[in-house]
């Protein structure tokens, strides 16, 4: 029996102090086209998202509120998983850090590192951004502010347990030094140059005084700190230690914004080093969404929300603008005029028109749809997934369209609706094959698009190994249009 690859991707996990914004919508898309894209490759695949519940922030948010913790952050959460749904994600489990199972083994780890000699109890004074749930050094601030939030950060004296995390310096610049470890190659090298200069600094990994949290196993006076907890939902969200885990982990790709990179490439690398476990294959560390060149959060604004998008606009097009329109690991602005535009342009005039367009020829002039391949020879799909295995996401979505744009060519060129008989069942069976295979090609990206085609064509969803042309066989009937124009 041949042995299934299996593929583990994870996004972060969101703070719910606030209702989730297009930054959110945009890392889980992206982390669901590629599962989506590993399932069409017949992967055994496991994709991972939820919320980070034991923030600070968290917990002021709520005070500010009005409201328990427990209660403001429940509310929240579910705003987070409607997104999901609203946007057509296919995670394999939505984890909340609040779980029991998430507790126990992030308590079972800290004090295995700390029975391993590991973390010790010391006193920490530093700035504090609670924006970042991080400690900052003036190197870190600009003009005295955290750049990510332009606030000052605080300044503490406390009690704390330490990560000994200086004692990783050199294995963690091994890793580091690895092309592949972090993507883009730009992103990796902003890292390595740090530790190599910097080196590591251990990490204050618990806070004192503090109602709201997971208690540190070996003093309850303490919380966990929310990072060191945090970091653990990926080997949590597999059941560490049982069948899935080792099934699953190390994980094959870490999703992530560019402000949380040292977090997922240091500090966590380091955590699993101390804790005798694997480093993940991959952490890609895509750019921000900017609305005018200014980042789009929930502390800075301005916040768009996603959910109310999708609603108007429908999921697909949300999720293909911001594929399409943002280089994967750059920055991209939003603009609601482009979504617009892309709309009416590649969706309705390109893809809409092509399913529409077909079928109401067949519709008129029902014939045996049979033929030789034409427009396979359009269809590049060695580059598709080239692309694809390099990330560049919004390559091969343009890869695919131009297959899409060759069948509409190739419809004006031989002007079915002028044949009959044999030549038209020609020309038929060539553009269904198309459509029949651009369903599987979009369905990462436009799942909601691919399912109507199917439906439409009157067949089931293909894997990767069916984009080739073979006989047709069923009965396609017209349904309604993809998308609307606006």
Known sequence: MVKVKTFYITTAIDYVNAPPH?????????A?????????????VFFLTGTDEHAQKNEQAAKASKMKTKDFVDRNVKKFQELCVALNISQDRFIRTTEKDHVKISQDLFKKVHDAGDIYKGTYEGYYCT????????????????????KEPDWLKEESYFFKMSKYTDKIL???????????????????????SEGLKDLSVSRVNREWGIPVPVDDKHKIYVWFDALINYVSGV?????????????????IGKGINWFHTVIWPAMLMAAGIPVPKKVYVHGYVNMKGKKMSKSLGPVIDPVELAKKYSADALRYFLIKDIPFGEDGDFSEDDLKT?????????????????????EKTPVEIKGKPELEKELNLKKIEELMNKFELHHAIDEVFHFIRAANKYINDTEPWKLEGEKLGHVLYNLFETIRIVSILVSPFLPESSEKINKQLGIKPGKLED????????????GDYLFKKI
């Open 342 to 362: 892309r709309i009416n342009g590649e969706l309705v005039s390109d893809l809409g028109n092509l399913i529409t367009r077909v079928l109401t020829i067949y």
């Open 467 to 478: 984009c080739k042309f073979r006989d047709w066989k069923t009965k396609p009937k017209k």
């Open 32 to 44: 669901d086209v590629l599962a989506r894209w590993h399932r069409l490759k017949g992967e055994d």
């Open 174 to 196: 091994k890793l580091v030094s690895q092309k592949g470890f972090i993507e883009p190659e730009g992103r990796r090298l902003e890292i390595y140059n740090r530790v190599k």
């Open 239 to 255: 059941d560490y230690s049982g069948g899935k885990y080792k099934k699953y982990w190390p994980a094959d790709i870490h999703m």
């Open 22 to 30: 297009l930054g959110h919508a945009y890392e889980k898309i992206a």
């Open 131 to 150: 924006g970042c749930e991080a400690f900052k050094t003036e190197k870190d601030l600009k003009k005295g502010k955290c750049p990510e939030h332009d």
